[in-house]
């Protein structure tokens, strides 16, 4: 049964920091990664998806990087703004499956 | 592209009253739907999965009689909270994909139910 771990469970930064989001899984034969942002009361919105062959993907500020081998993926955001303040989840989609499987996420605060 | 809608937003409803709350993909045709559920501070459960025309196929421990799933059309999926009940208060999330096993799937932005 595949297991998603984020850490950490919450963060709090100034603004301006850069910083990392770290999603682990217990099962690497994946088919792809999901990074989804969470507003509180609100929907997700996809944020970078990296395939199982892919080592990262950048989006902006945003860049996502997936080491299946050792079943690892860090967010990092680069230049953290107060809006960026939101939970972040990371979703895990195994090979020749649809059924994802979300981590609990980490909820950022960024400072003024 | 890819859009997914969910309605209501949010709904209040009495215990023992049923409430339906419907998926939409408004720009594509998802041949497959999937039903989550958040409790507050966890991450999201995957309640059911949804094929077109189908029977839907339910997680372990989720009541199918209970919550009543229909994908009649290949935009249109709907989840029916039957006889709620105050533990059935969450937040209910749904999302879709296209035939393709490479599709990624594309959530809608939610609906908060409370059961009174």
């Known amino acids: 049964k595949q297991e998603v771990t984020q850490i950490p469970a919450a963060l709090s930064v100034p603004e301006g920091e850069n910083l990392v989001l770290n999603c682990s899984f217990t099962?690497?034969?994946?088919?792809?990664l999901q990074w989804f942002r969470q507003d509180p009361g609100k929907g997700l919105t996809s944020l970078l998806l990296?395939?199982?062959?892919?080592r990262e993907q950048t989006s902006g500020r945003l860049n996502a990087s997936l080491d299946k081998s050792s079943g690892r993926s860090t967010l990092y955001i680069a230049a953290s703004q107060p809006g960026d303040s939101a939970t972040y989840l990371c979703?895990?989609?195994?090979?020749?499956?649809?059924?994802?499987?979300f981590g609990i996420g980490t909820k950022l605060q960024v400072i003024p | 592209g890819a859009v997914v809608s969910q309605h209501p937003s949010w709904v209040i409803c009495k215990s023992g009253t049923s409430v339906k709350i419907e998926c939409r993909s408004l720009?594509?045709?998802?041949?497959?739907m999937f039903w989550y559920r958040q409790f507050p501070k966890q991450s999201l459960m995957l309640m059911a999965t949804?094929?077109?025309?189908?029977?839907?196929?339910?997680e372990q421990g989720v009541e199918k009689d209970k919550f009543l799933i229909n994908h009649a059309s290949l935009t249109l999926s709907t989840l029916t909270v039957t006889s709620a009940h105050p533990e059935d208060s969450s937040f209910y999330i749904c999302?879709?994909?296209?035939?393709?096993?490479?599709?990624?799937?594309?959530f809608g932005p939610g609906t908060r139910l409370t059961v009174l």
């Open positions: 999302s879709a994909k296209r035939l393709a096993a490479w599709d990624e799937q594309f």
């Open positions: 099962d690497s034969a994946i088919y792809n």
């Open positions: 990296i395939q199982s062959s892919q």
């Open positions: 979703a895990v989609r195994p090979g020749g499956y649809q059924k994802v499987t």
């Open positions: 720009d594509f045709q998802a041949t497959t």
């Open positions: 949804s094929n077109e025309g189908s029977k839907a196929t339910y």
